[in-house]
Each structure stands twice: as structure tokens, then as C-alpha cells.
């Protein structure tokens, strides 16, 4: 069971737009900064979004994060059957004193 | 252009030792915070330890702590994970990443490509 909760899988058609939750507590996502990261199969996870909605210079203005309270969501836009991967919200705890992932979301491009 | 070599993967028996290592280059290694994140097989990530810039701090997982030790040498621009009693609970891909910062866990800006450690008698 994970601290941080995300949905098993999503899906959409490509070109339409999808949105993945990461919900967690005050002592991690409500307090400390959200960080997403894409994980394509058989490949190393890449970091997607930090510090909640930033993103590394490579990564397409398609991609974007957001944090309300205790909840972050990642949003793709203009969906490409190369976003299907398996996507991880993390961020420190500090009730835990480590770092937390969520257990991943799968994204499936109909 | 950041690079990470991880190697000393293998099988172990449970009870065993090993030691990984990630080569770092690309980067001013001895300015940034280092990871050593792991994934089961068909499973999520799992953070293990991260290291500060200068090996002055660490924090673990509960489920390493007491038996995982990480390290750095600075001088070679490598990091180290030391696992001791290895259970078949440990048995993953070992990814080391660089975090943004020097001192804190923030994100995990690049990652390398992974040593499978098996854990099996």
C-alpha cells in the first residue's frame, strides 16, 4: 500500500487529454513539493515535472503538474501513442522522514 | 550531458552481501545529492537511500535501514549502495539518480540505466 494514492490505469484516444491523480496527506504532498516522472517500458524512469509544475527543459509544454491541498495531478495534453508508459508521483514525507512514490499509473493511447 | 553507470548487479544467496557502484559523469558529481531508487519485478518504484553532496548525511527506507549502507567518493565520482542480509524481498532493478539539490531530496533529474540484483537460493 502506498502513502501516495494514484490510479492503477488510465486511457484515451490519442490527441485527447488526460489527467492522473496523486493524493496524499498534509506531511508529504500537502507540505512539500511534487515531482512526476514517465517510466516507458523496459526503460529507466525520466523525470516529467518538479517542484509541482516545472518542467526540465526537454520535456513538451504537453505535459503539466499541478497541486491543490493535499492532491497533485499531471496532465497530458494531445496524447501520442509514445506516451504510453507508467507514470510515478513522489515527494518527501516528513512524518516518515523518506521519500514516497506513488504506486503508478498505467497509460493506455486507444 | 549527464551520465550514470551502475554496475555489480548479480545473484545472491539470502543472507549474502554486494556491493553496487554508479560511475557519474557529465556533471560536477561532488555538487549534488545522489539516490539509489529500486524496482521489483513488475512492481513500482521503491526509493532505497540518498546521499548528500558531500557524504556528511543519509536517509533509508525502513526496509533497508540497518542493512543497506550508501556511500560516495567524490574523488572518483562514484556511488556506492552496500547491502548486507539480503532477503528475496530485495530482489529489483537498482537505479542510482541525481537529485536537483546538494543537500535535500527534491527530484530525481537523471537516472541510469539500472543493475538487477537477485536475491535466490
Known amino acids: 500500500q502506498s502513502v501516495l494514492t494514484q490510479p492503477p490505469s488510465v486511457s484515451a484516444a490519442p490527441g485527447q487529454k488526460v489527467t492522473i491523480s496523486c493524493s496524499g496527506r498534509?506531511?508529504?504532498?500537502?507540505?512539500?513539493?511534487v515531482s512526476w516522472y514517465q517510466q516507458l517500458p523496459g526503460t529507466a524512469p525520466k523525470l516529467l515535472i518538479y517542484?509541482?509544475?516545472k518542467r526540465p527543459s526537454g520535456i513538451p509544454d504537453r505535459f503539466s503538474g499541478s497541486k491543490s491541498a493535499t492532491s497533485a495531478t499531471l496532465g497530458i495534453t494531445g496524447l501520442q501513442t509514445g506516451d504510453e508508459a507508467d507514470y510515478y508521483c513522489?515527494?518527501?514525507?516528513?512524518?516518515?522522514?523518506?521519500?514516497?512514490f506513488g504506486g503508478g499509473t498505467k497509460l493506455t493511447v486507444l | 550531458q549527464v551520465h550514470l553507470v551502475e554496475s555489480g548487479g548479480g545473484v545472491v544467496q539470502p543472507g549474502g552481501s554486494l556491493r553496487l557502484s554508479c560511475e557519474a559523469s557529465?556533471?560536477?558529481?561532488?555538487?549534488?545529492?545522489m539516490h539509489w531508487v529500486r524496482q521489483a519485478p513488475g512492481k513500482g518504484l521503491e526509493w532505497v537511500a540518498f546521499?548528500?553532496?558531500?557524504?556528511?548525511?543519509?536517509y533509508y527506507a525502513d526496509s533497508v535501514k540497518g542493512r543497506f549502507t550508501i556511500s560516495r567518493d567524490n574523488s572518483k565520482n562514484t556511488l556506492y549502495l552496500q547491502m548486507k542480509t539480503l532477503r528475496t524481498e530485495d530482489t529489483a532493478v537498482y537505479y542510482c539518480?541525481?537529485?536537483?539539490?546538494?543537500?535535500?531530496?527534491?527530484?530525481?533529474?537523471?537516472w541510469g540505466q539500472g543493475t538487477l540484483v537477485s536475491v535466490s537460493s
Open positions: 498534509r506531511s508529504n504532498i500537502g507540505n512539500e513539493f
Open positions: 539518480a541525481k537529485d536537483r539539490y546538494a543537500m535535500i531530496l527534491r527530484s530525481f533529474d537523471d
Open positions: 513522489g515527494t518527501w514525507d516528513s512524518d516518515l522522514n523518506t521519500w514516497v
Open positions: 546521499i548528500r553532496y558531500d557524504g556528511t548525511s543519509e
Open positions: 557529465g556533471f560536477t558529481f561532488n555538487s549534488f545529492g
Open positions: 517542484d509541482n509544475n
